[in-house]
């Protein structure tokens, strides 16, 4: 877990983790998962009430998806995994073999992005599973980090091979 920073425009708790939110204020550029003992806060920013909205309507229901702009930094094969995660529904799983053959690269490759993803459960990385289990989650395949992945998918309702 990530140590809170005064870098956050928002600290705030959700089912599964506490969030360290930060946006340029024009679109959301991280989402981490910090210390539980980091202190709730948000700026009171128009971006940062919108985004605390979108995350808590998710928790609430998370067929609603989220619709605030984002602002990834990354390279162009990691643009274009971003890119196709988004267009994954909730509750549903797709491998790293799957996505890799539909962008015409490899499971490693796929994987290495989505452990770069800045912006995990808007950037649906946890949709994203191995062949014969659920891989990896934010670069852990266990502990407190892993842990928030099945939670995500049993959220979300998906159903697992």
């Known amino acids: 877990m990530t140590p809170m920073t ?6 705030l708790d ?11 204020g024009a679109a959301l550029i991280s989402l981490d998962f910090i210390d539980g003992s980091a202190t709730l806060h948000n700026d009171g920013q128009a971006f940062t009430l919108l985004a605390i909205q979108e995350l808590r309507d998710y928790f609430a229901n998370p067929r609603r ?19 196709a995660l988004q267009q994954i529904d909730a509750g549903r799983v797709i491998t790293y073999g799957e996505l890799a053959a539909q962008l015409k690269s490899g499971p490693r490759a796929i994987a290495s992005a989505c452990r770069a993803n800045p912006i995990p459960i808007v950037i649906p990385c946890h949709r994203v599973v191995a062949r014969n289990g ?8 266990a502990g407190e ?17």
Request: net charge positive; proline share 8%; with cysteine.
């Open 134 to 141: 659920l891989g990896g989650y934010s670069g852990a395949r």
């Open 65 to 83: 998806g989220f619709s605030m702009p984002l602002h990834t930094s990354g390279t162009p094969f990691q643009q274009r995994v971003w890119r």
């Open 6 to 11: 005064p870098a956050y425009n928002a600290v």
């Open 145 to 161: 980090i892993f842990a928030i992945k099945p939670w995500l998918l049993r959220h979300e309702g998906a159903v697992l091979r």
């Open 14 to 24: 959700t089912p599964c983790v506490r969030l360290g939110v930060q946006h340029n």
